[in-house]
């Protein structure tokens, strides 16, 4: 069956704190991967995707994710967390011709 | 990047009347859409597919007589909640890919704002 899993509802960190969000997903054949970040209220932004190729995939504002096989997952990571990356953060498969399979979600918390 | 555009991004309207979301691509066309569901603290839900010129593809469980997709033309789908009740009351995503037709994978999607509907 295909499936993302996002184990943590939520998470809080400190500002200026390394982040990592956790994704795991279940597939049949090559995944590719996405992950989206959703402010309250709004539609979904792609900070970065894994296709191909490098495992480790650089996307905006400064986030980063990479893909390990062998665990089936796609971990979503930031040296320093700011204020302003408080939000919703959804890790999604694509399962054939842009239809999504999305994770539950992680609501990022940014604490002072 | 590319610009997806839905309205309204909010309406409330009374139980058994139907309701219109517009879901546009701004500068670019495409030819296949999305439609999702988000219920509070929830996941997205994928309701059906939209392609432009062709009857849209439901997803398992989603009542197509309940909502109507309309894929006009190329850079625009439309999603009409028919006889609303309470229980629709829902936040609803649409999303348009930009990319060869029929691409399964590269690509990318572009999400509209959402638009949050409540009946009363």
């Known amino acids: 069956a295909q499936s993302v899993t996002q184990p943590d509802i939520h998470i809080t960190v400190s500002e200026g704190a390394s982040l990592e969000l956790r994704c795991n997903y279940s597939?049949?054949?090559?995944?590719?991967l996405f992950w989206y970040v959703q402010s309250p209220g709004q539609g979904l932004q792609l900070l970065l995707k894994?296709?191909?190729?490098?495992?480790l995939v650089q996307g905006i504002k400064g986030f980063e994710a990479e893909f390990k096989r062998s665990q089936s997952s796609f971990n979503l990571r930031k040296p320093s967390v700011h204020w302003s990356d408080a939000a919703e953060y959804f890790c999604?498969?694509?399962?054939?011709?842009?239809?999504?399979?999305f994770g539950t979600g992680t609501r990022l918390l940014v604490s002072p | 990047g590319a610009v997806v555009s839905q309205h309204p991004s909010r309406v409330i309207c009374k139980s058994g009347t139907s309701v219109k979301i517009e879901c546009r691509s701004l500068?670019?066309?495409?030819?296949?859409m999305f439609w999702y569901r988000q219920f509070p603290k929830k996941s997205l839900m994928l309701m059906a597919t939209s392609n432009e010129g062709s009857k849209a593809t439901y997803e398992q469980g989603v009542e197509k007589d309940k909502f109507l997709i309309n894929h006009a033309s190329l850079t625009l789908s439309t999603l009409t909640v028919t006889s609303a009740h309470p229980e629709d009351s829902s936040f609803y995503i649409c999303?348009?890919?930009?990319?060869?037709?029929?691409?399964?994978?590269?690509?990318?999607?572009?999400f509209g704002e959402g638009s949050r509907l409540t009946v009363l």
């Open positions: 597939y049949g054949a090559t995944p590719y």
């Open positions: 999303s348009a890919h930009k990319g060869l037709a029929g691409d399964g994978s590269s690509g990318e999607l572009f």
């Open positions: 999604a498969l694509n399962t054939g011709f842009q239809k999504l399979v």
């Open positions: 894994y296709f191909s190729g490098d495992t």
């Open positions: 500068d670019f066309q495409a030819t296949t």
